[in-house]
């Protein structure tokens, strides 16, 4: 066997279908561009009809299989609807990445409940709804790979975590629990855990060059992350590669959380 050929062997995606949250922009794109590239079928789930429109544009210009499903990930009902209707274009999925997310972060003491309601439903109540409606089919089959994107703020508190930190290590455990369920049927279930990553969710920040350059400090590499920063981890966490990682926190932030 050529070094090609092992290597498309242990990494490929071909024959398999990713549903991908929130990958119109930031993260969720950058890992919805790499699965399709490796081979897989997407599905991109989001709200904004023209990012949509233009990930499969790109999705296709590739030579990818894609398709989109417009939806409010804000509402329980709407997010069974949208998981009907990923199934369609390509049948059930294989891989399903939970990137969507909502970045609302007043200081707790300001925190009210609608925030915190908001943020718990988009952030933590449409992957479990998700991994509920796709984890047992996987399972049934004997091969399933459930990816979340979580936060540093999960394991530590900075720039008013508040709500959102709260959503975000709910999801770290959340991997875990579906890795207890699912595991010893084949399905892997981890978390990618960014550093600051560049991305339209965090344009707060962003807008701030003094604290971006500060983010950057705290790295081992000396800058902030981008995008496609996720390509290879989430390749990997979707491949056979990973069949023997589970349950895990893979941290993908140029060192930050080293110091």
């Not at 959340?174 to 084949?186: C, F, I, K, T, V």
């Not at 996720?230 to 990682?245: E, I, K, N, Q, R």
Request: overall charge neutral; some cysteine; hydrophobic content about 45%.
């Amino acid at each position: 066997m050529t070094a090609p050929e092992y290597l498309s062997e242990l990494f490929s995606l071909r024959g398999r279908t990713a549903v991908v949250t929130g990958g119109s922009s930031g993260i969720g794109r950058a890992i919805a561009l790499a699965l399709g590239r490796a081979g897989a079928a997407v599905v991109v789930l989001a709200r904004r009809e023209a990012e949509l429109a233009a990930t499969v544009a790109e999705l296709e210009g590739h030579g990818c299989r894609a398709a989109a499903v417009s939806a409010d990930l804000s509402a329980r009902d709407a997010v069974r609807r949208a998981a009907d209707q990923a199934a369609e274009p390509f049948g059930e999925p294989d891989i399903l990445v939970n990137s969507a997310g909502i970045n609302l972060r007043p200081p707790l003491p300001e925190l009210g409940e609608d925030v915190w309601d908001a943020t718990m439903a988009v952030n933590l109540d449409a992957p479990y709804l998700l991994g509920q409606r796709f984890g047992p089919g996987m399972a049934a089959r004997g091969f399933g790979r459930i990816i979340h994107v979580s936060s540093q703020q999960a394991f530590r508190a900075f720039v008013d975590s508040g709500a959102y930190g709260v959503s975000k290590a709910g999801l770290t455990a959340l991997a875990r629990s579906q890795a207890e369920a699912w595991s010893p049927h084949g399905v892997t279930c981890n978390t990618l855990v960014p550093g600051f990553v560049m991305t339209p969710l965090n344009r707060r920040l962003s807008s701030d060059p003094e604290r971006v350059a500060a983010l950057a400090a705290r790295t081992m590499t000396g800058r902030n992350g981008l995008p496609g920063d996720f390509a290879g981890a989430a390749v990997f966490l979707a491949s056979d590669a990973s069949a023997y990682v589970t349950g895990q926190a893979l941290f993908v932030d140029g060192g930050l959380s080293s110091h």
